[in-house]
């Protein structure tokens, strides 16, 4: 089993930055995949990325060429560097082990326009 934990989330004028951090209870050195999901409200929850142990990323049409997930195993933790923001990213953001069907409790992005 394991636990998530995100932080990182804030308040930001449009075309800021921010980076999320996603901290696991044990070692993700073994774990396959790893992602970011999002969910504003009155929608469904919805993939921002993935990334595999071997560094395989994939994204959301969304967010390319914006969003960077990145992920340090000696840290057991997984990041989402999220630039250029628009207030349409605005939402609770979930890191997610789909090793172990674990979700985190979310940390909130808010963006002003």
């Known amino acids: 089993q394991v636990q998530l934990v995100e932080s990182g989330g804030g308040l930001v004028q449009a075309g800021g930055s921010l980076r999320l951090s996603c901290l696991a209870s044990r070692s993700i050195f073994n774990i396959n995949l790893m992602g970011w999901y999002r969910q504003a409200p009155g929608k469904q929850r919805e993939l921002v990325a993935t990334i595999t142990k071997v560094g395989t990323t994939n994204y959301a049409d969304s967010v390319k060429g914006r969003f960077t997930i990145s992920r340090d195993n000696a840290k057991n933790t997984v990041y989402l560097q999220m630039d250029s923001l628009k207030p349409e990213d605005t939402a609770l953001y979930y890191c997610?082990?789909?090793?172990?069907?674990?979700w985190g409790q979310g940390t909130q992005v808010t963006v002003s326009s």
């Open positions: 997610r082990c789909h090793d172990f069907l674990k």
